[in-house]
T-cell receptor, first 117, second 112 residues
Framework: DAMVIQNPRYQVTQFGKPVTLSCSQT?????MYWYQQKSSQAPKLLFH???????NEADTPDNFQSRRPNTSFCFLDIRSPGLGDAAMYLC????????????????FGPGTRLTVT | GNSVTQMEGPVTLSEEAFLTINCTYT??????LFWYVQYPGEGLQLLLK?????DKGSNKGFEATYRKETTSFHLEKGSVQVSDSAVYFC???????????FGAGTRLTVKP
């Protein structure tokens, strides 16, 4: 089945120690997103890639970076995790089409729960 | 800007009860509307969607109608099951997919 895969499902890192979360997709979608979701809250968009074009949200801290080496893979790098970065990180994909009407749904991976000790 | 407001939870129902979760939106133009469901420890799954006024999205017994006159997209199910216990998010997408806006989520617990 076509899907969005995130690894690992659970990640523990130390305060200030860089960590990388990964996402892969078999849907061949051209748009990939990273969201941060804290407990009992809505997902918050950090950034997205439209093909290779990186789009950062204005309020995303510089501590968060992303890489997309090819269509299938996207990485979230947290350079110096703080206690406030503990959250669920969700990767999502969508396709886009002529006119970018926005009617295409996003497909989410299962998420990576990050703990910072 | 675009935004979504959904009823606060938590909502607790007995099995086979009728469910309504209210969702209203503010948007320019003609957004697409979605309901996503998140089970414990999982990512979000698309439950249903509607892309134009008066469209009805439906899936697994859930349904929602895109009402432009009341700017609403309320989620309903006639008879809930224990397995429907989850958090439900209303969302809208504007002209671009990166413009997805989520409501705060409503936690539903269904008791046997």
């Amino acid at each position: 089945d076509a899907m969005v895969i995130q690894n690992p499902r659970y990640q523990v890192t130390q305060f200030g120690k860089p960590v990388t979360l990964s996402c892969s997709q078999t849907l061949n979608h051209n748009v990939m997103y990273w969201y941060q979701q804290k407990s009992s809250q809505a997902p918050k968009l950090l950034f997205h890639y439209y093909d290779k074009d990186f789009n950062n949200e204005a309020d995303t801290p510089d501590n968060f970076q992303s890489r997309r080496p090819n269509t299938s893979f996207c990485f979230l790098d947290i350079r110096s995790p703080g206690l406030g970065d503990a959250a669920m990180y969700l990767c999502a994909t969508s396709r886009d089409g002529p006119g970018r009407r926005g009617s295409y749904e996003q497909y989410f991976g299962p998420g990576t729960r990050l703990t910072v000790t | 800007g675009n935004s979504v407001t959904q009823m606060e939870g938590p909502v607790t129902l007995s099995e086979e009860a009728f469910l309504t979760i209210n969702c209203t939106y503010t948007a320019t133009g003609y957004p697409s509307l979605f309901w996503y469901v998140q089970y414990p420890g999982e990512g979000l799954q698309l439950l249903l969607k509607a892309t134009k006024a008066d469209d009805k999205g439906s899936n697994k017994g859930f349904e929602a109608t895109y009402r432009k006159e009341t700017t609403s997209f309320h989620l309903e199910k006639g008879s809930v099951q224990v397995s429907d216990s989850a958090v439900y998010f209303c969302a809208l997408s504007g002209r671009n997919n990166n413009d997805m806006r989520f409501g705060a989520g409503t936690r539903l617990t269904v008791k046997p």
